[in-house]
Nanobody, 124 residues
Framework: QVQLVESGGGLVQAGGSLRLSCKAS????????IGWFRQAPGKEREFVAT????????YYAESAKGRFTISRDNAKNTVYLQMNSLKPEDTAVYYC?????????????????WGQGTQVTVSS
């Protein structure tokens, strides 16, 4: 089992940047593929980005391509989401999630463990 804690959210102006972190507990962090999802008020949770166990493969939602970068440091049990050129429509609670497979997965049901989320608000 793995526990996930997100941090790094906040209020930023449009065009600004934030870096989210997802810190995991446990000694088997490198056994998990990690995804970032987000949920805006009144909307379903949606996929943002994912990274394989080794970090060698990444995949992004169309809305994130070219602006967001997912990376991981297995020595620190941490996955990052660097978000640049933020837009008001990026406003949401951002969640990281873990799954015990390395294949790319974009569905909420593909993931077994979830963090509590961190709020990102982008003002216009």
């Amino acid at each position: 089992q793995v526990q996930l804690v997100e941090s790094g959210g906040g209020l930023v102006q449009a065009g600004g940047s934030l870096r989210l972190s997802c810190k995991a507990s446990g000694r088997t962090f490198s056994s998990y593929g990690i995804g970032w999802f987000r949920q805006a008020p009144g909307k379903e949770r949606e996929f943002v980005a994912t990274i394989s166990r080794s970090g060698g493969r990444t995949y992004y939602a169309e809305s994130a391509k070219g602006r967001f970068t997912i990376s991981r440091d297995n020595a620190k049990n941490t996955v990052y989401l660097q978000m640049n050129s933020l837009k008001p429509e990026d406003t949401a609670v951002y969640y990281c999630a873990a799954r015990k497979y390395s294949t790319i997965a974009t569905m909420v049901l593909d993931y077994d463990y979830w963090g509590q989320g961190t709020q990102v608000t982008v003002s216009s």
